[in-house]
């Protein structure tokens, strides 16, 4: 019934991600703005000294083996470092010989692996980073949850797809404290799974979604939208509705949009209109406007023109109250389901406190490394919309 092909409504991205330059995190959401500011700081305190601290640092690793690598000197070489293979190898020396010096030797609370992936993702080393998570030694060194995100985004950001599933398969192998489904790797794997588009890693998708729901883990919305969005793209339409079912927010844009289509596909005609309706209905001067993508309207003309059974009777209607009322967007699709994950800055955000988020506290920490404002929601300008006449 639908005569374009929904992979090309769905998804028209470059087989390379790398083109696109963009992760699916923010810099704000990855601590980027923090890592930037203290090595800003760090330049300033070493002004005229950089390159002696560094052959100075040098001299430390490849002298006698009883010379330590204390935590200041490391955290300094991490906010120093610049994309050549001389740093680059300074900064692996230093990582080498500071992990293997006793731990009773170590006094200090802070936590290197996220500040150490936020370097090389400054640096734009995914393959660098990978290298250095997949290192056994490195376990605990980089077992956090942060440095999970920014290890996926940095991936995913390259177009490294498949290297995306195999990290996030890393973690499931190393039962680490924060649990088997970390949520925002999880997401980026699904949301790679989405990008790379294959035979093999649709199967990987679904077979996640599968073991996801024999231990009654939800993922997150984001996440859901992602795997729906691919089964579309596999001419799976009811495996997209079921995965949509246990979605929290069905009323979310991409979350109705990609239920629409599959009902679409499914040529369920009569079943559209109580989604149309759900977003008409809503309302209240407080609540955002809600929008359709040009190209899901069009799909729905579409079938509407060439349906052989009758139409129903709401349905144009509805579609035209949607175009006068300044609900239909430009945007593709595609576009809002990879839409980049932003973070609320605080109100009150200083040196110190960015400066402090590199240290840990507990498990907890990690996660509010990238959310300092959980619980808070980006929420839009626009009106809302009033019933329909």
């Excluded at 963009?22 to 980027?32: D, E, I, K, N």
């Excluded at 052959?55 to 204390?70: C, L, P």
């Excluded at 992990?99 to 150490?116: D, I, K, T």
Aim: contains cysteine; neutral net charge; glycine residues 6%.
């Amino acid at each position: 019934m639908l005569r374009k092909s929904l992979i090309s409504l769905l998804r028209q991205a470059d087989t390379v991600k790398a083109l696109n330059g963009r992760g699916l995190y923010s810099a704000a959401a990855l601590g980027m703005n923090g890592y930037e500011m203290v090595r800003e700081k760090t330049k300033t305190q070493h002004m005229h000294n950089v390159d002696n601290f560094k052959r100075k640092m040098q001299q430390f690793v490849e002298g006698s083996a009883t010379n330590m690598i204390f935590t200041e000197d490391l955290k300094n070489i991490i906010h120093l470092v610049e994309d050549t293979a001389e740093d680059k190898k300074l900064l692996l020396d230093m990582i080498d010989k500071y992990n293997s010096q006793a731990q009773e030797l170590r006094f200090g609370n802070y936590v290197f692996g996220p500040v150490v992936m936020r370097a090389l993702y400054y640096l734009k080393d995914p393959t660098l980073a990978l290298k250095l998570f997949k290192d056994e030694k490195y376990n605990t060194f980089f077992g956090q949850l942060t440095s999970f995100q920014i290890l996926g985004d940095l991936l995913y950001e390259n177009g490294l797809y498949a290297e995306v599933r195999e990290v996030f398969d890393i973690i499931k192998t190393r039962q680490l404290q924060s649990g088997n489904y970390p949520k925002h790797m999880l997401t980026l794997t699904f949301a790679a799974c989405y990008k790379e588009n294959s035979d093999e890693s649709y199967q990987y998708a679904m077979n996640l979604w599968k073991e996801l729901n024999a231990v009654a883990y939800v993922p997150m919305r984001k996440a859901a939208a992602f795997a729906a969005a691919l089964a579309l793209n596999h001419k799976q339409p009811g495996i997209a509705l079921e995965i949509l079912g246990s979605a929290k927010e069905t009323n979310y844009v991409t979350i109705r949009q990609i239920k629409i289509l599959a009902l679409l596909s499914l040529e369920r005609l009569d079943d559209l209109i109580p989604s149309f309706r759900a977003v008409l209905e809503s309302g209240g001067p407080m609540e955002k406007k809600h929008s359709f993508c040009r190209e899901v309207i069009q799909q729905v003309e579409d079938a509407l023109k060439a349906s052989k059974s009758d139409v129903p009777n709401d349905l144009p209607r509805i579609l035209e109250f949607i175009e006068s009322h300044g609900h239909v967007t430009d945007s593709s699709l595609d576009q809002l389901i990879c839409q980049e994950v932003v973070t609320i800055a605080p109100k009150k955000e200083n040196f110190s406190n960015l400066a402090n988020s590199y240290r840990s506290r507990g498990g907890s920490q990690d996660m509010r490394e990238f959310a300092p404002n959980r619980g808070h929601r980006v929420r839009s300008s626009r009106p809302g919309l009033a019933d329909m006449n």
